[in-house]
């Protein structure tokens, strides 16, 4: 069943490429398919766009205020987040303001914001810490398939997109076993911000943000950290390593970049997202071979 969601395709610059991300990730309305309509469904969306941010990327990062820091520390001692926290160099805590954050995100799937803010109630900066910078990692929900003695593959399915392969390869290799294949884990479960030429890009937590922004918050405390380029903030390229479409640097580094704004502030086009599921395979065989 399609999820109702909220997508910036407006920003797309010919019709050909909305029409194929209309069609391929989305459910267009029922007798509203042909090729007309959406490309009048595009045009639609890039009047909503509309005029230029103000400020675009300019988040105005600050320190978290000195009574939150018990939070922060206890946080450091998470194991999980030492391990997320090991891959990121520079990373602090940090403030910043919603709604200048540079997206490289297409879409937000509404009916997931309920779920990740359920208990926030009143935004205060404690009630906000637990939603962007969660004490405990998320559950990893899966499905896998069967395996049996003679099986040569195994196949997980989760209802997480942001389940990834982590590593791959071999893990450990002792005098008696050798362990190999592939570990997975959900991308990094907090908000997580980063600032390149001094804009500011929002590189996970959209659907936690848009619905802090729709209870009322201003700014979040986030994950944060300096980065040199572009390439080393992940953002370099078309796709994400999965495959999902994202907007390209040229459009992020433009005069009129999407934001965190063209969501909050009613600028985002409304559509019926296709659900997704995230499927990970991964097959051994073992052969015999004449080493002459």
């Not at 637990?130 to 398939?145: E, G, I, K, R, W």
């Not at 592939?182 to 001094?198: I, M, N």
């Amino acid at each position: 069943m399609p999820t109702p969601g909220l997508s910036l395709f407006g920003f797309f610059s010919d019709a050909e490429q909305a029409i194929g991300y209309l069609r391929r990730d989305c459910v267009p309305a029922p007798g509203r398919d042909s090729e007309t309509e959406l490309a009048q469904e595009w045009r639609d969306a890039r009047t909503r766009i509309g005029p230029r941010i103000a400020g675009a990327g300019m988040a105005d990062p600050q320190p978290i205020p000195a009574p939150f820091q018990p939070y922060l520390e206890a946080l450091l001692e998470q194991a999980w987040m030492r391990a997320c926290l090991g891959d990121l160099e520079g990373a602090s805590f940090r403030l910043v303001e919603i709604d200048p954050l540079l997206c490289h995100q297409l879409a937000i799937d509404t009916s997931r914001v309920g779920r990740l803010l359920e208990g926030l109630g009143s935004p205060t900066l404690a009630a906000l810490l637990d939603v962007c910078l969660p004490m405990a990692h998320p559950a990893l929900p899966y499905d896998p398939s069967p395996v049996w003695p003679d099986s040569t593959s195994v196949i997980v399915k989760s209802p997480r997109n942001d389940l990834r392969i982590d590593r791959f390869g071999v893990f450990a290799a002792g005098t008696d076993t050798v362990l190999l294949g592939a570990r997975l884990r959900l991308a990094k479960p907090f908000v997580h911000v980063a600032r390149v030429d001094g804009r500011c890009y929002l590189l996970n937590g959209y659907h936690r943000l848009f619905g802090c922004r729709q209870a009322g918050a201003t700014h979040v405390p986030c994950v944060f950290r300096d980065v040199p380029d572009h390439e080393a903030a992940g953002l370099a390229g078309p796709r994400l390593a999965d495959g999902q479409i994202r907007f390209p640097v040229g459009l992020l580094t433009s005069d009129n970049p999407p934001t965190m704004a063209h969501f909050t502030r009613g600028r985002a086009h409304g559509v019926a997202l296709r659900a997704k599921s995230r499927v990970v395979h991964v097959s051994w065989h073992q052969y015999l071979v004449h080493d002459e």
